[in-house]
């Protein structure tokens, strides 16, 4: 990819949710890793004229970070960036997916649910107008990955995120 014209608008947010996301629900992991390895820690931060906060874009730098296996200390300078963030569902998102990538399933339990509770509340996020809940679906995919199960929840909050199973992928009982 190249990144040597500033001038370039570079949009890659959207596109690597998406594709982590469709990889993940087709269980492509070495594509979504490759997919991953194309970012890292120094990628110019969208510009999205103040609807997403920066620390948002750091936190998906993380996730390609480590979904690549190039997790280096540049990440972790985004990661405890993104920790300060003052919004309450990117804390929440964060929680559930540190939880999902070091496989504790008792962290997972609590946390997860919180971050879908944010992403229904959406006090504080401009995606509004999203039904599913996105991000929520990216960490349960990573967590899937690492051998976790969903914690027992509601139908509400089983609702808003995808899965293998919910999108008739998956048709173990």
Not at 24 to 38: F, N, P, Q, T
Not at 80 to 104: H, N, P
């Amino acid at each position: 990819m190249d990144r040597s014209n500033p001038d370039c608008k570079f949009e890659w947010h959207d596109e690597l949710r998406s594709g982590i996301i469709f990889g993940g629900l087709l269980e492509k992991w070495d594509e979504v890793a490759h997919l991953c390895s194309a970012l890292d820690a120094d990628v110019w931060l969208e510009y999205s004229a103040g609807t997403i906060v920066d620390e948002y874009f750091q936190y998906y730098l993380c996730v390609a970070g480590k979904l690549s296996g190039q997790w280096s200390e540049g990440f972790e300078k985004l990661l405890e960036s993104a920790k300060k963030c003052r919004q309450k569902r990117l804390r929440d998102l964060l929680a559930a997916w540190e939880a999902a990538v070091a496989g504790d399933q008792a962290a997972f339990d609590k946390a997860f649910p919180a971050a879908i509770k944010s992403f229904i509340k959406r006090e504080d996020d401009p995606s509004e107008y999203f039904g599913v809940a996105m991000d929520e679906t990216v960490i349960g995919l990573i967590a899937k990955r690492a051998g976790l199960s969903f914690p027992d929840m509601s139908d509400k909050l089983n609702a808003a995120v995808m899965t293998r199973k919910s999108l008739g992928l998956d048709t173990t009982p």
